[in-house]
């Protein structure tokens, strides 16, 4: 399987910019193997959602809610994935986890990082 580690997380106002990272490790046919890779988030009482994903040399499909606000990016050499926030708002306040989506695999989830914006 692939471990996926992120970092970035934190407490900012509303109004604020976050960037998330993720890095994935793994052997060279597990890294070569991951078809899609993005970026869901988790709120307190409420179900794991899709923020961002695009699949490797594909197009990124973003939540409504964050559109015009997120940016998801990728640097390949580094095997990691970012996740720029801005004009964050209180209702952004989750857990976000990296995903990654492995042939023949299946998911892996990295451990989430807490963002929380104050008002």
């Known amino acids: 399987q692939v471990q996926l580690v992120e970092s970035g997380g934190g407490l900012v106002q509303a109004g604020g910019s976050l960037r998330l990272s993720c890095v994935a490790s793994?052997?060279?046919?597990?890294?070569?193997?991951?078809?899609?890779m993005g970026w869901y988030r988790q709120a307190p009482g409420k179900q794991r959602e899709l923020v961002a994903a695009?699949?490797?040399?594909?197009?990124?499909n973003y939540a409504e809610s964050v559109k015009g606000r997120f940016t998801m990016s990728r640097d390949n050499a580094k095997n990691t994935i970012y996740l720029q926030m801005n004009s964050l708002k209180p209702e952004d306040t989750a857990v976000y986890y990296c995903?990654?989506?492995?042939?023949?695999?299946?998911?892996?989830w990295g451990q989430g990082t807490m963002v929380t914006v104050s008002s």
């Open positions: 793994g052997s060279i046919f597990i890294i070569n193997s991951i078809n899609y």
């Open positions: 995903w990654a989506l492995i042939n023949t695999l299946g998911s892996s």
């Open positions: 695009d699949a490797t040399g594909g197009s990124t």
